[in-house]
Nanobody, 125 residues
Framework: EVQLVESGGGLVQDGGSLTLSCAAS????????IGWFRQAPGKEREGVSC???????YYGDFAKGRFTISRNNAANTMTLRMNSLKPEDTAVYYC???????????????????WGQGTPVTVSS
């Protein structure tokens, strides 16, 4: 069974840091781009970051300079280090297989995408 399991969300103060993790199973992890999307209450889902199978990385404009994505192919895990968090970063963060960067936007590849259940991040002011 193809599965993505997120962990690491929680409550943090404005300016704080969190590290999200995504554990993958059921597919050949090395062969896929994997990343994060988020959805805040009342807003559309948006791309946060994506790391390709060749380790190249892409970020949403709001994440550049604050968030860092990395992957460990030996352990089938991917992490997102988030620094300088702001209240507007409050959202449910989803791990996704099959992300891509096209037209200056983070997107998903429909026939490849698999979503985790999400982990909530709340940044208090």
């Amino acid at each position: 069974e193809v599965q993505l399991v997120e962990s690491g969300g929680g409550l943090v103060q404005d300016g704080g840091s969190l590290t999200l993790s995504c554990a993958a199973s059921g597919f050949k992890f090395n062969d896929y781009a994997i990343g994060w999307f988020r959805q805040a209450p009342g807003k559309e889902r948006e791309g946060v970051s994506c790391i390709m199978d060749d380790q190249s990385t892409y970020y949403g404009d709001f994440a550049k300079g604050r968030f860092t994505i990395s992957r460990n192919n030996a352990a089938n895990t991917m992490t997102l280090r988030m620094n300088s968090l702001k209240p507007e970063d409050t959202a449910v963060y989803y791990c996704v297989r099959g992300c891509t960067y096209y037209g200056r936007s983070l997107r998903t590849v429909k026939n490849l995408e698999v979503w985790g259940q999400g982990t909530p991040v709340t940044v208090s002011s």
